[in-house]
């Protein structure tokens, strides 16, 4: 009986390491995979963020486009009402010197 207690008290301190290495391992591995999912939502927030960035970018390059046009066409309506200033300006001299010539 001794023999036999004896030749498997090694086993089973081997069966008991291997347990706890298991227990350890499984451990490990859950906090491997917490760690992972916090991770994971933490770049689908990101990745959120940034949609919502690039679609405030190109709202904002609609906008910025938008204004460049209006302000074109004030620039040309202001060319415009130059010139339309300076064509009265030399008919009323023209005007005026016939006036004088009469």
């Known amino acids: 009986e001794e023999r036999v207690v004896a030749l ?9 390491e291997s347990l706890a290495q298991t227990q350890m ?9 917490e760690s992972n999912q916090k991770q994971a939502a933490e770049i689908s927030g990101l ?6 960035a690039e ?9 910025r486009n938008m204004v460049m046009q209006r302000l074109g066409m004030a620039e ?3 060319r415009s009402a130059v010139q ?3 064509m009265l ?14």
């Open 8 to 16: 498997s008290s090694p086993a089973s301190a081997r069966s008991k």
């Open 25 to 33: 391992l499984t451990e490990r591995l859950a906090a491997s995979e």
């Open 47 to 52: 990745m959120a963020s940034l949609a919502q």
């Open 55 to 63: 679609e405030l970018h190109q709202s904002t390059k609609l906008q």
């Open 76 to 78: 040309e309506g202001a």
């Open 84 to 86: 339309q200033k300076e």
């Open 89 to 102: 300006e030399i008919r009323l001299a023209a005007a005026e010197a016939d006036h004088h010539k009469n």
